[in-house]
């Protein structure tokens, strides 16, 4: 029976930002690619196309009219929320499907399995809020699903970890009003969005933010990013984790400076997967974020599932 489950759909490729635009449809198409040259790995999956999340689900972290709002704009044919975030004819399709693929990985994870899936989606999630997108982002996915592991599953303790290298401020703002559900940012400082300080803690104690300066040796990363991971579960066991797997604190990526190579990715993944093991059953999804060099991306994403395999 397979470990894991690869969650994708091809609506994620109709949100429509142009090629100009640094998350463009390019970077999802670099992952099977990827997959695809690794035969044992792609055949140790079980893929599944995702469903597309509900008005109703969306509403567990999101103002109902704004979710609304998404909805028309992509059916008069789209618009721009700012200056980077680009609502297309495609995109409600498009980020219902990637929401939806982290709720579907969390009935897999509290149902008959697998316990740990891997959702290769777009638009990103992490920086959307309550009532707007931003930074690339339309909806919460990881948000969403956390709130919809309470409400669906019954999961008393969640806990979100970050490791792109932007500040996951709308997870941040979307989750931090509850304090069974803990969230760990890591992420360069300063950088966009501006947000994040080690001493912004949410109004629970329940944030453990990260900021990191650029260029710093890759094993600061690493061990900066799993203290606070186990800072954060320090007398509270999760009964899942969810990864916002950006893949832009990569070496080299166009919009970050941090220094993290292939090894990094592999070495952080394990160490999610031995404490999920310990703590929920192995319960662990993880969904993709940033990373805008698509050919590293689609590497980085190999990398990381095979860990997640434990292969
Ligand atoms: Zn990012």
């Not at 029976?1 to 198409?29: K, Q």
């Not at 992509?74 to 499907?97: H, K, Q």
């Not at 999630?125 to 699903?145: E, I, K, Q, T, Y």
Request: proline share 5%; net charge negative; with cysteine.
């Amino acid at each position: 029976m397979p470990s894991l489950a690869y969650l994708s759909h091809s609506d994620c490729g109709r949100h429509d930002t142009g090629w100009s635009h640094p998350e463009h449809v390019g970077r999802l198409r670099a992952i099977p690619r990827a997959l695809r040259e690794d035969a044992e790995l792609f055949h140790l999956l079980e893929h599944r196309e995702s469903r597309h999340a509900d008005p109703a689900e969306l509403a567990l972290a999101h103002d109902p009219r704004y979710v609304a709002m998404i909805r028309e704009l992509a059916e008069v044919g789209g618009a721009r929320l700012d200056a980077d975030t680009v609502v297309s004819e495609g995109s409600w399709a498009a980020a219902t499907a990637g929401a939806g693929a982290v709720l579907d990985a969390l009935d897999l994870a509290f149902g008959d399995g697998p316990r740990r899936s891997f959702c290769a989606v777009r638009p990103p999630g992490h920086h959307a809020l309550r009532d707007s997108g931003m930074g690339f982002c339309l909806l919460g996915n990881v948000a969403v699903g956390a709130h919809y592991a309470r409400a669906r599953h019954g999961a008393e303790r969640v806990l979100i970890v970050d490791w792109d290298v932007h500040h996951g401020n709308g997870t941040q703002a979307l989750v931090q009003d509850t304090p069974a559900i803990h969230f760990v940012s890591m992420h360069q400082w300063p950088w966009y969005p501006g947000t994040g300080a080690a001493q912004d803690r949410g109004p629970h104690q329940s944030v453990w933010n990260v900021p990191m300066a650029a260029g710093l040796p890759r094993e600061t990363y690493v061990s900066a990013f799993l203290s606070a991971v186990d800072s954060a579960t320090v007398g509270f066991t999760p009964d899942v984790v969810l990864l916002s797997a950006g893949f832009d604190s990569l070496a080299g990526d166009p919009l970050g400076g941090f220094t993290l190579e292939m090894d990094d990715v592999e070495r952080l993944t394990m160490e999610l997967v031995s404490r999920a093991e310990q703590w929920c059953d192995g319960r662990l999804v993880s969904s993709l974020e940033g990373g805008y060099a698509p050919e590293r991306l689609g590497e980085a994403c190999v990398r990381h599932m095979r860990a997640l395999v434990g292969r």
